[in-house]
């Protein structure tokens, strides 16, 4: 969605799109509620901006609809599609990594009572691997800190990914002929 479209969108439209970013309500309502953007940087940075103020119970709310890393997301929306793609390097992993994966995850889930999350996009299914197994030292206190850092930037990914410049506005853009 150009990003002219996303300031014009009804509150609706702009939150259901803003809500597979994060599904934290307040933030969404936040979001979209500081339009209109005057660029995808100020929006990207007010985002970010909130999100830095996430609570653990935003944490919790918003990974109610993650789906565990090496494990294919079910459904057929924009946040299924968007943590298939995120995902995608996890088509390459080993059986061996796909299982210390799975068993890593019912670890952390019985430790932390939480999917693990971590940014999936541009990482192998070996450092992803990697960081579960660091992360499940970390004390719950320091874990929360790092989920929700993860969460942000997987929200900013996502908001990246989205929105794009109004032809109006990029230079770049092709006039029609």
């Known amino acids: 969605m150009e990003l002219d479209d996303f300031n014009a969108a009804d509150a609706a439209t702009a939150a259901a799109l803003v809500g597979v970013w994060a599904a934290i309500p307040a933030w969404v309502d936040a979001v979209v509620g500081g339009r209109p953007y005057a660029s995808i940087d100020a929006l990207a940075d007010r985002a970010a901006e909130l999100a830095a103020t996430w609570t653990r119970a935003d944490l919790d709310a918003a990974l109610a609809h993650h789906p565990r890393i ?11 599609e968007a943590s298939r793609s ?26 932390f009572g939480r999917v693990f999350l971590i940014r999936a996009a541009g990482r192998s299914p070996e450092e992803m691997l990697g960081e579960l ?37 990029d230079p770049h853009a092709r006039m029609p002929s």
Do not use: C, F, W
């Not at 090496?70 to 299924?80: C, I, L, N, V």
């Not at 995902?87 to 796909?98: E, F, I, K």
């Not at 004390?139 to 109006?168: G, K, M, N, W, Y």
């Open 70 to 80: 090496g494990e294919k997301p079910g459904g057929s929306g924009a946040a299924a």
């Open 86 to 111: 995120e995902q995608s390097s996890m088509a390459h992993a080993t059986d061996d990594v796909a299982a210390r994966l799975a068993a890593g995850n019912r670890g952390y889930e019985a430790r």
């Open 133 to 169: 197994e660091r992360r499940l030292d970390n004390t719950d206190e320091a874990e929360a800190t790092e989920a929700t850092r993860q969460l942000a930037e997987i929200a900013l990914l996502r908001l990246r990914s989205a929105i794009t410049p109004s032809a109006a506005s």
